[in-house]
């Protein structure tokens, strides 16, 4: 009777230790937040449970268990790293390009790229000397590439303004090429025809209408540019 007893213990423990050994796991607190280890993403750390609020601090954790991180209630940006290279927008130079970022060594080539993200382009470890740009403007383009290196609203992308000036902002080749709608267009004379704005008419490029330089007997018409500062900026227009 005792050995049937025995035994009947034995069976009832082996069928009810596994469901008691799940029901037991399924609910260990280990932090002792008031989460389970099954709802809590980090049940080691108590300041980590679902309905925790987010702290204003770009720690990229998951604090509130929803499976985001920083999303906190506050208006600030974390720096990312968009390009997935180790290295945030905050310390990369050019977040969009995995091969630039601070550390990154420097290719020997001339491509005036700054891929180690320290302020200069070209510092390469290598025996090479490039030709150094000189933009004395300050535009952002250097000389080979800027037709008037002397004038920043003068370069390539310039967009051309709505005026017949004679000018070649964005250095096409181009004179007055402006992308402007219901604009009549510009009308250039020769050297010697009369300059008007009422007649709508333009010096020719590199001529400028003479007056007020002074010169007798050619008031508004179009001359050769005199040395008078009136006359250096294109076509001055007078009635």
């Known amino acids: 009777m005792q050995k049937t007893i025995g035994t009947l213990g034995l069976f009832l423990l082996a069928v009810l230790m596994p469901a008691l050994t799940a029901y037991t796991c399924g609910y260990v607190d280990e932090d002792q937040d008031g989460y389970p280890a099954d709802v809590d993403c980090d049940d080691t750390d108590p300041s ?19 499976g985001q991180v920083d999303d906190f209630p506050c208006d600030m940006a974390c720096p990312v790293d968009a390009d997935g290279d180790g290295y945030t927008s905050d310390v990369d130079c050019n977040d969009s390009d995995p091969s630039i970022h ?18 200069q382009v070209d510092d390469f470890p290598c025996d090479i000397a490039c030709p150094v740009e000189v933009d004395a403007d ?15 609203w003068i370069h390539p992308d310039q967009e051309e303004p709505c005026v017949c000036d004679a000018i070649d902002q964005n250095c096409n080749g ?28 333009y010096c020719e490029p590199g001529l400028v209408c003479c007056y007020p ?9 179009c001359m050769k540019p005199c040395e008078d500062a009136w006359c250096i900026n294109g076509c001055p227009l007078y009635p």
């Open 48 to 66: 980590i449970h679902p309905d925790q609020e987010e702290p204003c601090i770009c720690d990229n954790i998951d604090q509130n268990c929803n």
């Open 102 to 119: 601070p550390d990154q060594e420097e290719p020997c080539i001339c491509d005036s790229i700054d891929q180690n993200c320290n302020g």
């Open 138 to 152: 300050g535009d952002g383009y250097p000389a080979e590439q800027d037709c008037n290196d002397n004038d920043p």
């Open 174 to 201: 181009q004179i007055d090429d402006f992308p402007c709608l219901s604009f009549a267009p510009c009308s250039y004379q020769p050297e010697g025809a009369v300059c008007s704005a009422e007649k709508g008419l």
């Open 213 to 221: 330089c002074g010169i007798e007997g050619c008031e508004n018409v």
